[in-house]
């Protein structure tokens, strides 16, 4: 599996490592599971499905971060990623916490796609 990172992406994820410094090492079990088993499994992801794109996108609510102590799958951080089945890849579109906004950007992932 190839994994790939949006600019936006990567300013995302820079801002949460001031707060959460194992969001690397988190991500690197995220991407091993990816790699196995990339479609939605839900309660853990699921497809986001209201945007009427072709290409899957899919929302991870439920990643295991070792800086949050405590809260095991718990931890509040989203991650949104397309998924291209066919070229056997995947890019990273936007990472957040729950706490600090309520739903990912949609606007980001239809420009993506433009």
């Known amino acids: 599996m190839i994994f790939e990172e949006l600019d936006e992406y990567k300013k995302d994820l820079k801002q ?9 090492d988190d991500l690197e079990v995220v991407k091993k599971v990816l790699a196995i088993n990339p479609d939605e499994r839900p309660p853990f992801s699921y497809r986001i499905s209201e945007l009427g794109l072709l290409t899957c996108v899919i929302k991870v609510k439920k990643i295991a971060c070792k800086a949050l102590k405590g809260r095991g799958v718990n931890s509040g951080l989203r991650l949104i990623y397309a998924w291209f089945e066919k070229e056997e890849r995947i890019v990273f579109i936007e990472i957040y916490h729950k706490n600090d906004k309520d739903v990912e950007n949609k606007e980001r992932i239809n420009n993506y796609f433009k």
């Open 16 to 24: 949460l490592l001031k707060k959460y410094r194992t969001l690397v």
